[in-house]
């Protein structure tokens, strides 16, 4: 805490801002009200001010030119009217804490120091043009990131200004009046960070702009290089600096980049509305959020039935020692991998030779084109040229052929039937057709053999119309035989691709998609593969509008889809983050190893790769306690808060424990913990302890499953693969005993859900303890029978 004096003065600035912003947002009030009615009433009126004459070509051109005119004049004041509007917006949330920091720097060469006061907006002074309080993405505000009291210095457009920062301050400020404020010498003091961390858990993700730390503001403001990968530990705060940096970067290009162009790939749909909050607060639009999988259901969707990632963990989960369950395990490790990509690639080379397939097009029970005639023409074109525009080729010819088609089915014996069953408005329409051409046509017009013409072409061409659509959407290619064919014996599979690594149990692998693509259904791990497939055949598809792409959970998508995305997003940088300890897909991907495919996918020139090992968001004993459960979890270094060791009970029977657990949740509630989880390993267990816990009569209980969209304070039941990215005040591991997680390739998981949990962890058991639990230091938890 600062002495009396600076508090005093502090004040008294604070009074100062604060009229400064009340007056300016008085002032601003009418205008932007009156704009906004003003552009309503000018839209409203917008064709009363435009005389419309197009009798001749000079009223025709006038007509032109006034509606331009109002056209420009409309968008100017919207123009005005949305930078009033967003300023008003920005003073408006300026206004109950105009700042949270302040730094005083002596720039090398002056004499004076300057005060920098740094808040979520800047605020400028309009009499004498100086900043009240900078935006905390300005080039200056980063020193309060960066450095303590001391040497300084930081990059501007011209170059690098050196100096002596020699005051660091923070400040919390709640309606306008100070609550607290302390002078540290550290980065981003303690004591705030103390208790911005011991508050409770909320159904939304907070913003962290007035505790960033230094290793945090390096990945919001790196923007050098085209790939950012960041491994960062359990709770170090991955995501909070990502939607940081979307605001840092929405604000250092706010004339060329707009929010839309920024997409980030989320691991659920509940959590997009878990960070949904945290951009608005900071004044800025929320960017685009998809999943993965909604992505493929878009391209694939209507084709096929496709298998989410959460049925496929689910799959893995539920598996046995069967050799069918490892065939796809193994399945599902080398069609992620970079070897299943490039096996593709060739596959496309090789049917650039021989092999291709085709639907045949039909009409009526009848072939028109064959696949062989398909097979013959698009082997008949030149092969230098590569499959995808010889294809392109191909549906040239195929649309010219129909045209050609439709003209002979013309006379087709069914179309002399269809015309006896024409109804009124058909006739109607080729008679006004008929009419508009007797009109132009200056010979003497022949009715009646024409009109029979006409509506024999109206008749084919509307049952031509599917086979145009068909032939346009390259639905003539077979892709999904194509795929399937890929799936044969080895030696085959070997000459098709070129591949020499083929996994073990290949027979196995094959027949399982096989049987599943024969039900049109797609495994998750062939539905990016298959796409990929598709693109290479029918030519890619290309998003060049996204310049970021933000890739959250990363450890979770393959090296494949990571090839997929860069190949989608031509013109897009990328941002990973992602923490391999958090791993609990199989086809993971280790993000920051020498070998890593992730940096290879741009090349080591282009990539920066920067590791956050300070873990935030659980307590000291918790984090001892859960990196414990880690092979390698030495380097994750807790931020020091105190709290309760975990607790590990064991109960005798399941009615026990849900009686055990219904009093636990009692007391955590009535010690304020509002969010509160019953983690679980599968969702069948999700649901028998939603169940055993209702049964015991526990209130306000919410089962959270795939399908849930939104995030809400409370005590939920969820599955673990589920409340990855999410946090809670507590957490309540259902089931921890040997009987649920007992392999090795589920300790990440069983990481995953204990890591979840800010201020408490409980752990329930009816038998012997899991063996990662064990094996662990008996001081790390309390125990009780
Ligand atoms: N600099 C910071 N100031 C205040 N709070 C922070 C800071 N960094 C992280 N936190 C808090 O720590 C918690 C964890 O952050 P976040 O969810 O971003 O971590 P993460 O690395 O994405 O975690 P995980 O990989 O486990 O999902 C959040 O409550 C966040 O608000």
């Known amino acids: 805490m600062v002495n009396p004096k600076d508090w005093q003065q502090e004040q008294e600035r604070l009074d100062v801002v604060t009229e400064g912003l009340r007056s300016k947002i008085a002032e601003l009030e009418p205008e932007v009200s009156g704009l906004f009615n003003q552009v309503t009433d000018f839209r409203k009126r917008f064709w009363e001010e435009v005389t419309v004459n197009t009798t001749t070509h000079e009223d025709f051109a006038d007509t032109f030119y006034s509606i331009k005119q109002q056209e420009v004049l409309l968008s100017e004041r919207e123009r005005t009217h949305r930078q009033r509007m967003q300023r008003w917006k920005s003073m408006n949330r300026l206004l109950p804490s105009p700042y949270f920091g302040r730094i005083d720097f002596r720039e090398d060469g002056l004499s004076l120091d300057e005060q920098i006061y740094i808040g979520v907006s800047s605020f400028v002074d309009v009499d004498d043009m100086s900043f009240l309080v900078y935006d905390w993405r300005t080039p200056i505000a980063s020193m309060y990131y960066d450095y303590s009291p001391g040497s300084a210095d930081y990059e501007t457009p011209d170059g690098q200004i050196t100096g002596e920062m020699t005051l660091k301050r923070q400040y919390q400020i709640r309606d306008g009046k100070l609550r607290n404020v302390f002078d540290t010498s550290l980065t981003i003091g303690d004591e705030l960070l103390q208790q911005v961390l011991g508050a409770g858990g909320d159904a939304q993700m907070k913003s962290i702009v007035a505790t960033i730390q230094k290793e945090q503001n390096a990945i919001i ?133 021989e092999g291709m397939l085709f639907h045949s097009i039909r009409f009526r029970d009848r072939e028109l084109i064959t696949s062989e005639q398909m097979k013959s023409r698009f082997y008949s074109y030149d092969s230098s040229i590569g499959v995808a525009n010889r294809v392109e080729l191909l549906r040239e010819w195929l649309l010219r052929e129909l045209t050609s088609l439709e003209r002979m089915e013309q006379e087709a014996l069914w179309v002399q039937d269809e015309l006896d069953y024409l109804d009124n408005e058909q006739y109607a329409e080729a008679y006004s057709t008929l009419l508009k051409k007797d009109q132009q046509e200056e010979e003497v017009f022949d009715f009646a053999g024409q009109e029979e013409e006409l509506l024999r072409r109206m008749i084919v061409r509307e049952q031509f119309k599917p086979l145009r659509r068909h032939a346009m959407r390259f639905m003539f290619v077979d892709t999904i035989g194509l795929y399937d064919q890929l799936f044969s ?297």
Not at 229 to 235: D, F, Y
Not at 499 to 509: A, K, M, Y
Not at 599 to 623: A, P, Q, W
Request: proline share 3%.
């Open 221 to 353: 403001r790196n923007d050098k290089r085209r790939m950012l990968i960041v491994q960062g530990a359990a709770g170090s705060g991955k995501t909070s600096a990502a939607l940081q940096r979307v605001a840092y970067l929405l604000y250092k290009h706010r004339k060329t980049l707009k929010a839309d162009q920024i997409v980030l790939f989320s691991p659920n749909p509940m959590f997009n509305s878990y960070v949904s909050t945290v951009l608005p607060e900071l004044g800025e639009e929320n960017m685009q959020q998809t999943t993965f999988q909604e992505y493929l259901a878009y391209w694939l969707g209507s084709t096929l039935g496709l298998e989410d990632p959460f049925e496929q963990i689910e799959y893995v989960l539920n598996s046995k020692l069967s050799q069918e369950d490892a065939a796809r395990q193994s399945g599902i490790e080398y069609k992620a991998s970079e070897a299943f990509l490039q096996a593709l690639q060739h596959y496309a080379l090789w049917l650039g030779k």
């Open 489 to 785: 014996e080895e030696a085959s599979y070997r000459q098709m691709t070129n591949e020499t690594e083929i996994p073990n149990q290949w027979p196995e692998i094959c027949k399982q998609t096989k049987e599943k693509l024969s039900r049109l259904e797609l495994f998750y791990e062939d539905a990016t593969p298959f796409l990929y497939l598709k693109e290479l055949i029918e030519g890619t598809r290309k998003n060049t509008e996204v310049r970021h792409l933000f890739v959250d959970e990363g450890q979770d998508y393959s090296p494949f889809q990571y090839a997929f995305l860069k190949q989608l997003f031509p013109r897009a940088s990328m941002t990973v983050l992602g923490d391999f300890s958090q791993a609990i897909f199989p086809q993971a991907t280790n993000l920051h190893n020498v070998d890593s495919p992730l940096i290879r996918l741009y090349g080591k020139e282009e990539t920066s790769l920067i590791r956050l090992d300070r873990s935030y968001r659980s307590t000291r004993d918790i984090v001892d306690f859960t990196k414990s459960l880690l092979h390698d979890g030495e380097g994750i270094v807790p931020f020091d808060r105190s709290g309760r060791k975990p607790l590990l009970v064991k109960s005798g029977s399941s009615d026990k424990r849900a009686v055990r657990m219904i009093d636990d949740l009692a007391e955590l509630k009535t010690e304020g913990f509002d969010t509160i989880a019953i983690i679980t390993k599968t969702e069948a267990e999700s649901r028998d302890a939603y169940e055993a816990l209702m049964k015991q009569g526990c209130e306000d209980l919410r089962l959270i499953t795939k399908e849930t969209l939104t995030f809400v304070k409370g005590t939920v039941v969820i599955p673990a693969y589920l409340a990855k990215g999410v946090e809670f005040d507590a957490v309540l591991i259902y089931d921890a005993s040997t009987l649920a997680y007992n392999r090795e390739s589920e300790r990440k998981l069983f990481y995953t859900a204990c890591t979840r949990a800010m201020h408490r962890l409980v752990l329930y058991s009816i038998g012997e303890w899991s063996p990662y639990l064990q094996a662990l230091d008996t001081t790390l938890y309390e125990a009780v029978q």
